[in-house]
């Protein structure tokens, strides 16, 4: 399996940008695709963005495509989530996943490996 640490949650104000990394390390990690989840409180885990290896197929969830970005970094194994103009959530846990059948699906169940999030919480 793929480990992932998710990275750059905070505390932002509406308006503001803010940019979330995953690390992913293992083995055969091109054979992955990854993607972005995010849960708020009472709330079930939605997708948000998915991005195969080379960075070549995009994914996004309609709500949010056209205010997030999703990239692959140097080295690969880096991905990042670009958020521009968030709307407001509280306590919103974002979560990197990885899908070793690279279908960049929109479904949680579709993923084999999740990191443990990180939080992002957006103020007016």
């Known amino acids: 399996q793929v480990q992932l640490v998710e990275s750059g949650g905070g505390l932002v104000q509406v308006g503001d940008s803010l940019r979330l990394s995953c690390a992913a390390s293992g083995h055969d990690l091109a054979s992955y695709s990854q993607a972005w989840f995010r849960q708020a409180p009472g709330k079930g885990r939605e997708f948000v963005a998915a991005i195969s290896w080379s960075g070549g197929r995009i994914n996004y969830a309609n709500s949010v495509n056209d205010r997030f970005t999703i990239s692959r970094r140097s080295p690969k194994s880096t991905v990042s989530l670009q958020m521009n103009n968030p709307k407001t959530w509280v306590k919103v846990v974002y979560y990197c996943?990885?899908?070793?059948?690279?279908?960049?699906?929109?479904?949680?169940?579709?993923?084999?490996?999740w990191g443990q999030g990180t939080q992002v919480t957006v103020s007016s």
């Open positions: 996943a990885s899908d070793f059948s690279r279908k960049l699906s929109d479904l949680a169940h579709e993923y084999d490996s």
